[in-house]
């Protein structure tokens, strides 16, 4: 978890990077901004608050670290707070090399120094990477003499971060904890932010092993289960039930208790097992056996785990509870199939 209460924006520089596929150049500033008073607090306000997500990230390269070019110069401003303007042209530079996609918007691009941000109770500076691409138009209203007038300007909504991220101090040698915002990135155009700017991949903690482990059982009991056993889908919604009430009512995840308390029958274990091993190959991630369930992601991933039966384009039947009071029936005389289902009040 991380808290904001504390941190402080110290030094902050501006530049604007163009699409280089349109060839619009970057365009830099010598001078930093001085920030007092409400102004100040309004650009923390716009930074800091879209980072609610508890997952996290490490930048990385498949060879070496230093060869990221996000951490080499990050680590420099770490090293030496005095070289953030010399390492914000040069972070620029690197975001302008990777702004090639035509559907890439040119926009600000903030460099920001932080001190006291408290990230999983350790107090520490972190440097703040964002990039502001769309504007909105504002009514400014005047009162006159006689009555008011109204003018329209364009500027940058601070109630919505286009693009950013927190690189904290903190797990250097892993490549740093970073957290990651992209409110606007859709498609191919999403991906020079995060993977060919930033360059980063998920951290490897509980929030990414309760995550994955989520997504491995729901494409199991959806995808893999009905080809193997007979099914249907009140009992595949049973099983979606259990699965959820485990992560949440459990601290930590022990696979042997997963496997007897929810999928239950030694064949289904042993069909789940083969398929963990299949999901990791496919995704290059090594899920464990052991560890401790991370309550946002349960939160963030219960989302998709509804459990719905849909018929036709007719009915949708919610499955929250005991599956054994839904039996799915077939009536020869129409030649369609029908459920039936038991219940003691309706409201």
Not at 23 to 52: A, H, I, M, P, W
Not at 91 to 100: D, F, I
Not at 154 to 171: A, Q
Request: charged share 30%.
């Amino acid at each position: 978890m991380h808290d904001f209460s504390s941190s402080s924006i110290n030094r902050l520089f501006v530049q604007f990077v163009g699409n280089k596929s349109g060839d619009e150049g970057v365009r830099f500033s010598g001078n930093e901004l001085e920030l007092t008073g409400e102004l100040k607090d309004c650009l923390q306000n716009y930074f800091l608050t879209s980072f609610r997500d508890c997952e996290y990230y490490n930048l990385y390269h498949e060879s070496d670290i230093c060869l990221n070019e996000v951490y080499t110069y990050v680590s420099a401003i770490f090293e030496d707070p005095g070289c953030l303007h010399e390492q914000s042209v040069n972070l620029a530079k690197h975001l302008y090399e990777q702004s090639v996609h035509p559907k890439i918007k040119g926009g600000e691009f903030y460099v920001v120094y932080f001190s006291d941000c408290i990230i999983e109770g350790e107090t520490v500076d972190a440097v703040g990477l964002f990039k502001s691409e769309n504007k909105d138009t504002f009514l400014k209203v005047y009162q006159e003499q006689d009555g008011f007038t109204i003018d329209a300007e364009t500027g940058i909504n601070i109630n919505r971060l286009d693009k950013g991220c927190l690189i904290f101090n903190s797990e250097k040698e892993k490549g740093y904890l970073v957290s990651v915002v992209d409110n606007t990135g859709k498609g191919n155009d999403a991906q020079y932010w995060t993977d060919r700017f930033l360059h980063v991949r998920p951290r490897n903690d509980g929030f990414f092993q309760t995550k994955n482990l989520l997504s491995l059982t729901k494409s199991f009991v959806v995808e893999k289960l009905p080809e193997q056993f007979e099914m249907t889908r009140a009992d595949q919604a049973e099983l979606l039930n259990r699965s959820v009430k485990f992560f949440r009512e459990k601290d930590s995840f022990e696979m042997d208790e997963f496997a007897s308390e929810v999928l239950a029958e030694p064949e289904v274990i042993d069909s789940f097992k083969s398929y963990k091993s299949k999901f990791e190959q496919e995704r290059d991630i090594e899920l464990n056996d052991n560890f401790s369930i991370s309550e946002a992601a349960v939160k963030k991933q219960s989302r998709v785990f509804r459990s719905v039966i849909k018929l036709d384009r007719n009915f949708h039947i919610y499955v929250h509870g005991d599956h054994q009071k839904i039996i799915k029936g077939y009536d020869e005389e129409t030649g369609m199939h029908f459920y039936q289902l038991f219940f003691k009040e309706e409201s």
